[in-house]
Each structure stands twice: as C-alpha cells, then as structure tokens.
C-alpha cells in the first residue's frame, strides 16, 4: 500500500489517474531476473513487533522488526512511521541475498510487503497479489463493458485466447477494476473484468501492473505489455499478464 504500502515481488509499481510514484530505487526489484537469490515464502507465523530501526530510500522504506520469530529486516512502500511503533507486515515474500546498491548493502533475508492497517486483519495467503490486502470484499457488478478502440483493442477472453502470438506486444484493455492491489514489489496490481471470458476457466479476469492507481468498481482503460508464463515466485505465478500498463479513467 503505497498511499499509506513496488514490490514482489516481488516495483513496487501499479497515484489518482496519471500519477507516478517517486523515482525508483536503483535496487534491483524483487523477482528481476538479475537478481540474486531465489524467493522463498514467508513463514506461517505473523510477522509483527516493534520498529527498531528504519531507512528510507523511495520508493520503499527498510525497517528491522523485532518479531516472537526474532528481528527481522522488511521492505515496504515508503510510509512515515515512528521508531518503536508496533506493525504487522502483510503480503510479505521472503527475499534471501538482497542488494540495495542504494544503502551499499545486501541483505541475507529481508521481506517485501505492506503494512497491514492498525486493527486490520491480514491476508489470508501472505505473498500473493490475488491474496490481497485488507479492502473491501463488495461484489462488483462487471456487466458486459463495451471493448476499447484501436488496432490494439482486446476483451479479456481475447487476450487469454491469443496471449501466445500477443506475447510481448501492446495491448489496449477496457474494463472493470474487480480488485486492486497497491504497492506490491514496487507496483500497483489490478484486475480487470469487461465480461467476456470464462469465471469457471478464469479467462474472464486479467492482471494489471502499473504505477497508476485504479479505484475497485471504476471502469478504466489500460494500455500495456503482454507477459505469458510469468513467475515470480512465492505463488507470483500468472499465464498471462499485462505489465507497465498506463491507466485512462
């Protein structure tokens, strides 16, 4: 949650219409092929404790949490936040051999994630944008959305039906934002649905990252990258994608 919590990854990523986040961190990104090391899922265990130390290098802030697990470090959408206060880390994936060329440092196992909100629940499944964070749970009345326009134009059932030959192109998407994700490895993460698509096979629904932000249950228009077969570990696993999309209310 960057407003608050890109990264997971894991970018951290996908900011009312056109906004940006602040100039990245030089650092590689979590699940960037050059970085080094493999993810791994975070524990079980709820991540929580007081803040001992913190850095900022937007767009994240570095915190070392003292934790029932022992201290830790975690990476989150830059934030402000008191030394000594008490938080839960929510969304977290585990990196291990991290560099931060900006802090001139690596670190052997440090947490991407997002801060949970004081009196908020966790996410069910720590690590996974389709988990979510803490948001409303309203059902979103999609409809049938009427397609974009351009060469590029495609339904959702469209790209998942031709996402092979589209793989590595630019598309043009027009839909409904069924559920937002923001601050994830440095992104925002949306999904959309015009209601085309199959619910059963989940053709009818694609992911979206972006450094734009996308309010749940707005009718948007997103133009961005065909990603097939994308796995960033840590159950960051899509077999099609659309990355570094711009977002049109």
């Known amino acids: 949650m960057r407003s608050v919590l890109s990264f997971l990854l894991l970018a951290a990523t996908v900011a009312g219409c056109g906004t940006k986040t602040p100039a990245p961190d030089t650092t590689a990104q979590p699940g960037a092929p050059a970085q080094p090391g493999a993810p791994a899922a975070a524990p079980g265990d709820v991540l929580t404790g007081p803040v001992l130390e913190q850095m900022a290098v937007p767009p994240y802030v570095y915190l070392r949490i003292k934790t029932a697990q022992g201290e830790i470090w ?31 440092r690596t670190f052997d196992k440090i947490y991407f994630g997002t801060l949970a909100p004081a009196g908020g629940a966790m996410a069910a499944t720590a690590g996974n944008p389709h988990a979510g964070v803490p948001q409303s749970t309203a059902t979103v009345d ?12 495609h339904t ?12 590595g192109k630019t598309v043009t998407v027009r839909g409904v934002v069924v559920k937002t994700n923001e601050g994830v490895m440095g992104k925002n993460w949306i999904h959309l649905q015009d209601g085309s698509g199959d619910g059963a096979q989940g053709t009818n629904d694609i992911t979206v990252t972006t450094l734009d932000r996308a309010a749940k249950g707005a009718t948007v228009t997103i133009r961005g990258t065909v990603r097939t077969n994308r796995d960033f570990g840590a159950g960051y696993t899509y077999a099609v994608m659309v990355e570094d999309a711009k977002v049109v209310q």
Not at 156 to 167: G, I, P, Q
């Open 74 to 104: 975690a990476a989150v959408p830059e934030t402000t936040i008191e030394t000594g206060t008490v938080v839960t880390l929510a969304n977290s994936m585990l990196m291990t051999d991290f560099e931060s060329k900006s802090l001139n």
């Open 156 to 167: 959702v059932a469209e790209v998942w039906a031709r996402k092979a030959s589209l793989e």
């Open 142 to 153: 999609v409809g049938q959305v009427e397609k974009a326009t351009g060469a590029d134009a």
